[in-house]
């Protein structure tokens, strides 16, 4: 089952808006300070850089995903995750439906 | 100023899915029972109904709007609010750039 809800954060009120809308995510920060993001990637194929190491947990809807260095595409689904490494990059392609995640920064 | 963060808040992680994604919001439970969702409108014009009474906080960006039975559009940059009554409905025109909000139900 995927995380439905998160309590006693906080939250920012401005959203992240990126690739023109087609993903928007909104910041969280969590009691014991870790932070993490709870976003939509609408239907589209784009690439995400990352910082700090990252799981994205599939919340509902699905997408295939690409890490860096792979060549194989993977999909995750609604209650499914996958971890992505500091300083690295992957393809995300969404099809039909949003795609609705929890970005968990390590 | 606009309210750029809530403390203490439950947030639901599916999001709120509108017009196809042009507009998405995240549903959020504050410590003392009351609701509030975050969001943002994607430049377009929508048509909007309400149930309960809702005042609409501009955090980022700008909008203009139309309430039911009013032939004036008016304007709402970031830092400032519009009320709209129960079941009723308002449109609104986002131009540019995305309009964050902040969704208060009375």
Same mark, same amino acid.
């Given at each position: 089952m995927p995380t439905t809800q998160f309590d006693?954060?906080?939250?920012?009120?401005?959203?992240?808006?990126?690739?023109?809308?087609?993903?928007?995510? %909104?910041?969280?920060?969590? !009691?014991?300070?870790?932070?993490?993001?709870?976003?939509?990637i609408l239907p589209a194929t784009l690439t995400f850089n990352t910082g700090a190491a990252e799981v994205m947990e599939c919340v509902a809807g699905a997408c295939d995903y690409l890490? !860096?260095?792979?060549? !194989?595409?993977? %999909?995750? /689904? !609604?209650?499914?995750?996958?971890?992505?490494? /500091? %300083?690295?990059?992957?393809?995300?392609?969404v099809s039909d439906q949003p795609y609705h995640y929890i970005c968990h920064f390590e």
């Open positions: 006693g954060v906080t939250v920012q009120t401005q959203a992240n808006v990126y690739f023109e809308g087609k993903c928007i995510s %909104h910041s969280l920060t969590l !009691a014991d300070g870790t932070k993490k993001s709870v976003g939509v890490l !860096a260095g792979s060549s !194989a595409w993977r %999909h995750c /689904a !609604a209650g499914e995750s996958f971890a992505v490494p /500091a %300083h690295s990059s992957f393809q995300i392609r």
